[in-house]
């Protein structure tokens, strides 16, 4: 499988270069974007091991499309991606995952802005992520709403809405329907800068009966969000939540969230990106009701002649779980660290070639969920 992706570099190289440019297919004002991603990744340690690790080559092949319909001031799109994963050794972790949305982007009147959203995902947790070691089967679909008006030439108003239910193929004791209620009010006091105030309302209803991980959330924030040019974007926030739960008994727990988002270009070859949060999130296994994730991703580009950029990248996140419901059992904490680089050249407006290397670090109060993992990838990304 290694050398067919190999083979397959060779074959793109030999194609004549004006058969392809990026967004040259249209049916009237309909644009077609088919994309494929093809991918070859060694990974020291697929089952997210502490001990006795085992290694394996991954071949990923991503094909997708996606439409775009732009009439008058309205945009639609559509679009879909499958992303297929095969082991060379371990063919038990194959994946294919389906992913598909539709948008709709409306203006009515110069007042007015609404999108209308739907998303549907056939996907999995990784060992990596699954509490339960096990790689996760899933289907969900988040259908949502967002509705803006201009209160003034400074201010504005924002409505969102969105249902997301989740069904799990291992069980039944994590499907759920969430329906998040937020409101914004944005001020600007200057033309590029705003501040804002937003108030959520998460309801979480478990479909098992006999769960009492039933709750609520109500959060509200003070942020600013700013776009003073091209090379300098951001949103900053901070507040505080309060998650009650249904079942009698069942402690419920408040405090301080946030979340940064800041992208900055120093120049046209340097840029740097930060995205930090503390969240609260519903446990996914029954040992714990909810965790707590604090950390921040630091990503920094630089791009060094012609067509050729690298990137360092990392990040630091700590999850705190609850305490159990089984009063023995240990209250699990983890501690995350990411570090990694790449490289990337930008052969044509279509093709793409990259070279990344990424070292995971999980250590856990609990050692069953320590593990190192080592990721070298290949990756060849066309998209027309």
């Known amino acids: 499988m290694k050398s067919k992706i190999l083979w397959l ?25 088919p994309y494929t991603l093809l991918q070859e990744t ?15 080559w991954i071949t990923t092949i991503t094909p997708g499309i996606k439409l ?26 194959n994946t294919t995952d389906h992913n598909a949305s539709i948008n709709a982007d409306l203006k009515l009147g110069s007042l007015i802005g609404l999108r ?27 259908a949502s709403f967002s509705a803006t008006y201009q ?53 979480a209803d478990y479909d098992l009966e006999t769960s009492v991980l039933n709750n609520t959330v109500n959060s509200g924030y003070l942020g600013l969000k700013w776009e003073v040019s091209p090379y ?51 446990s996914p296994n029954q040992a714990a009701r909810y965790y707590i994730t604090t950390g921040a991703y630091v990503e920094y580009k630089h791009k060094f002649i012609f067509n050729i950029s690298g990137v360092v990248r990392g990040s630091y996140g700590t999850d705190d779980y609850s305490d159990p419901i089984a009063p023995e059992t240990l209250t699990r904490s983890d501690r995350t ?21 990424n070292r995971l670090d999980r250590d856990s109060n609990i050692e069953a969920h320590d593990f190192i993992s080592n990721t070298y990838a290949l990756t060849i990304n066309l998209a027309l």
């Not at 060694?42 to 394996?56: E, L, M, S, V």
């Not at 775009?68 to 063919?91: C, K, W």
């Not at 056939?122 to 899933?138: D, F, L, V």
Request: charged share 25%.
């Open 232 to 282: 300098t974007k951001g949103t900053v926030k901070g507040g505080y939540f309060n998650k009650d739960f249904d079942t009698e008994g069942q402690d419920g727990i408040n405090g301080f969230s946030g979340a940064i988002d800041i992208d900055h270009e120093f120049s046209d070859y340097s840029s740097l990106k930060v995205v930090g949060k503390r969240v609260i999130h519903d």
């Open 151 to 203: 209160l003034a030439d400074t201010s504005k108003v924002q409505l969102d809405y969105t249902r997301t239910t989740w069904d799990f193929q291992l069980g039944d004791d994590r499907d759920r329907k969430e329906d998040l209620f937020s409101i914004y009010l944005y001020y600007r006091f200057f033309p590029k800068v705003s501040a804002f105030v937003e108030a959520d309302y998460i309801k």
């Open 116 to 142: 209308l959203n739907d998303t549907y995902a056939h996907g999995h947790e990784p060992r990596a992520s699954s509490t339960s070691g096990q790689i996760e089967k899933y289907d969900t679909n988040a």
């Open 42 to 56: 060694y990974n020291d340690n697929i089952f997210a091991a502490a001990t006795d690790t085992k290694n394996d």
């Open 68 to 93: 775009l319909l732009p009439t008058g001031m309205h945009q639609f799109a559509l679009e879909y991606n499958a992303v297929i994963n095969r082991y060379a050794d371990f063919s038990s972790e």
């Open 337 to 357: 660290i990411l570090g990694g680089v790449g490289l990337k050249y930008q052969m044509r407006d279509w093709l793409e070639f990259a070279l990344d290397y």
């Open 9 to 33: 570099s060779f074959l793109l190289l030999c194609i004549p270069f004006q058969a392809f440019a990026a967004g040259n297919i249209h049916l009237g004002l309909l644009e077609i974007h």
